[in-house]
């Protein structure tokens, strides 16, 4: 049970006393400031002499209200007096909260500010997109600049250590794939054609994009998180200073790595895609395993395949430039990694998925549909 | 919240002000961090109404031991009281009494990023107080804040946007919100310049002074353990090798104690101290040439 601050009002010849009691502590008050804020009348005297204790918080409500009526204070105790003395030479007009502007203003400040920041984004990318690839040419230049062991490091991270998550990915997609596309083409009595539908939609497709999708949200996001990270702790200004170019040391690895790996995941997805998709054949069409793997190799064209691995690399770079990108925007506080982090996840899935529909167009008008 | 609510409100614990003479009683403490040890067989007591410097080299666990106190770090053995409840071994819901009669200052200030330095400091006030108001609540923060020595304006800044100096004032705001009896500075001078750090001491003592706190200062300053400890704490193997008053310290003729106190940096600051003193800048007899402000 709590002990409360509580007041009483006694008139006497037409002026009004406010005698407080009990503890006048930050744990007590809470009762008693908006009593003392609702009060009307003007107060004369405000009485302390039957408060037990006293802290700023308190000392800070009844100065308040003394000030508030132009009161005199009685009774005050001596720690009382130094705390009201205090807390009154420490007050201030300050704003608590960063005002805001109304809302008919907000809104389209907001857009506008969006619109700015996505034109600046774009502009930025191509800026940093341009630093890497002089970065790259440097260290072509300069071979002594490169970070073999950086680059085999993610290598590792961005690949080996992805597979088994693709691979349990592709294979369930595969399956999906056979078995949806197996009771749709049964309508015709071409269930046969449930080989050309998984080799042909994976090696194109489905394969790369859904590799690119896993690598943004687990290496994209990674990229963003640890450069990020380490632009808030000055890790990167240090490198600076110490005269390793960030670009080289950290960018150059990691992107080298996406554009290298992406396309050995891609094709391992489409391969063990094309096994779950065989599994489901020999299950619930009744064509044996290794029929299925046999008949892939006659509907497939060799083109299939190609489309895939051109289009891998290029989506790997999409991911691992705007992973770095939004890691070195980085500043400030640490909800910026979170944001950037999401931002590097959502912009490359967002442009990868753009970019395959135009490959999809212009690999058809060239005549490998 | 305008209103308050009475049911949820009476669950907190009651605050009293502590009235034994010692906040904090650490007894036989041990915590090690896989093999490496950190403390072995510590005692140490901290009086009511004192500022004790903790000092030791680094690596000592200085740190460690502001952490184990406030239950960041769980030891090994031993007992830690703070204000006469052990809470190495206590339940959550029992340390919550005792949470909200201290504040913690760290290093870097620890301030959350994503509010303003007012938020910040509310932030104790509404986990803890639920029924004050809002208008209230934004009263109270523009004072803490020029409490901390912060400039009026800096209410509603955001940590990013505050030098180092000003991190630490806010954290003291922060630390300060909900009138403690116990106050946690850890390296609060660390990073300032000289005089930054100088108007930190003052500002501490005073504090400290006006609202009767208990103060736990780890520091590295000797400027600050001259000018406003009453009583200095080192750690040194394992323990705490020694407590008192600096000329204490140096009669226990303790090698490590001898050359922190006897080092050129120590004369310096021993000297800027009696200058201050002749000057009468600080008061003489008040702090540590006394062999005990407390008189036990």
Not at chain 1, 29 to 47: N, S, W
Not at chain 1, 196 to 223: D, W
Request: charged share 20%; with cysteine; proline share 5%.
């Amino acid at each position: 049970m709590r002990e409360w601050a509580e007041h009483s009002i006694h008139e006497a010849g037409g002026s009004l006393t406010v005698a407080i009691s009990g503890p006048l502590r930050v744990s007590s008050i809470g009762k008693l400031d908006p009593q003392l804020r609702a009060m009307e009348e003007p107060v004369q005297t405000v009485d302390l002499s039957e408060v037990t204790e006293v802290d700023t918080v308190g000392a800070w409500v009844v100065q308040r209200f003394v000030e508030a009526n132009n009161a005199t204070v009685v009774g005050a105790s001596e720690q009382a007096r130094v705390l009201m003395e205090s807390v009154r030479e420490a007050q201030s007009s300050a704003d608590v909260k960063r005002p805001r502007l109304p809302f008919f203003t907000r809104v389209p400040e907001f857009t506008g500010e969006k619109v700015v920041h996505w034109f600046q984004g774009v502009y930025g990318m191509f800026g940093f997109l341009g630093a890497v690839i002089i970065a790259f040419f440097g260290t072509i230049r300069h071979p002594g600049r490169f970070r073999g062991l950086a680059l085999v490091r993610q290598m590792e991270m961005v690949g080996v250590s992805s597979l088994p998550i693709i691979g349990l990915m592709s294979f369930l997609i595969g399956i999906v794939i056979a078995q949806q596309g197996a009771v749709q083409l049964q309508q015709f009595g071409a269930e046969t054609l449930t080989v050309n539908l998984v080799g042909r939609i994976t090696l194109r497709e489905l394969g790369v994009l859904m590799t690119a999708i896993m690598v943004a949200g687990r290496s994209g996001s990674a990229f963003a998180a640890q450069i990020g990270t380490m632009k808030l702790t000055e890790e990167v200004d240090a490198m600076r200073t110490i005269g390793v170019a960030p670009i080289e040391a950290l960018v150059l690895p990691r992107i080298l790595a996406a554009v290298l790996m992406m396309p050995l995941l891609g094709f391992f997805s489409s391969v063990v895609a094309i096994i779950g998709g065989a599994v489901i054949g020999d299950v619930m069409l009744g064509i044996p395993f290794l029929t299925f793997l046999a008949r892939i190799q006659e509907v497939v064209p060799l083109h299939d395949f190609y489309v895939g691995m051109v289009k891998a690399p290029v989506f790997g770079l999409i991911v691992a430039v705007s992973g770095c990108h939004q890691g070195m925007l980085v500043k400030g506080n640490a909800e910026e990694v979170g944001l950037r982090t999401t931002q590097a996840v959502v912009q490359a899935i967002f442009m990868v998925i753009v970019l395959d529909a135009f490959f999809a167009v212009f690999f058809t008008e060239i005549g490998w549909g | 919240m305008s209103t308050p609510a009475p049911a949820e409100a009476e669950d907190l614990p009651e605050t009293e002000r502590f009235e034994g003479e010692y906040p904090i009683r650490i007894h036989d403490l041990r915590t090690s961090f896989g093999e490496q040890v950190v403390h072995e067989h510590l005692d140490l007591e901290v009086r009511r109404g004192e500022i004790l410097g903790v000092v030791g080299g680094s690596g000592t666990g200085k740190s460690v031991l502001m952490r184990a106190i406030i239950g960041l770090q769980v030891p090994d053995e031993g007992t830690i009281e703070v204000f006469g409840q052990d809470i190495t071994r206590a339940e959550p819901d029992e340390v919550i009494g005792v949470r909200n009669r201290w504040g913690v200052l760290f290093q870097g200030g620890a301030l959350f990023s994503t509010l303003t330095v007012a938020e910040n400091v509310q932030v104790p006030l509404k986990q803890f107080y639920p029924e004050l108001s809002q208008e209230l609540l934004d009263e109270i923060a523009r004072y803490k804040v020029v409490f901390g020595g912060l400039p009026e304006d800096a209410a509603n800044k955001y940590p990013s946007e505050l030098s180092g100096g000003m991190r630490k004032r806010a954290g003291l705001a922060r630390a300060l919100a909900l009138d403690p009896e116990l106050l946690f500075l850890d390296e609060p001078t660390a990073g300032l310049d000289p005089i930054a750090a100088a108007k930190f001491d003052d500002l501490t003592r005073e504090l400290a002074d006006r609202l009767g706190l208990t103060v736990f200062l780890i520091t590295h300053d000797l400027d600050t353990l001259y000018a406003i400890c009453d009583r200095v704490a080192v750690l040194a193997d394992h323990k705490v090798v020694g407590v008192g008053t600096i000329p204490e310290l140096l009669e226990s003729g303790h090698p490590w104690i001898e050359e922190y106190f006897n080092g050129p940096r120590a004369r310096a600051a021993q000297g800027t101290h009696k200058a201050a003193l002749a000057k009468g800048t600080a008061e003489a007899g008040k702090y540590l040439d006394n062999t005990d402000p407390q008189g036990s």
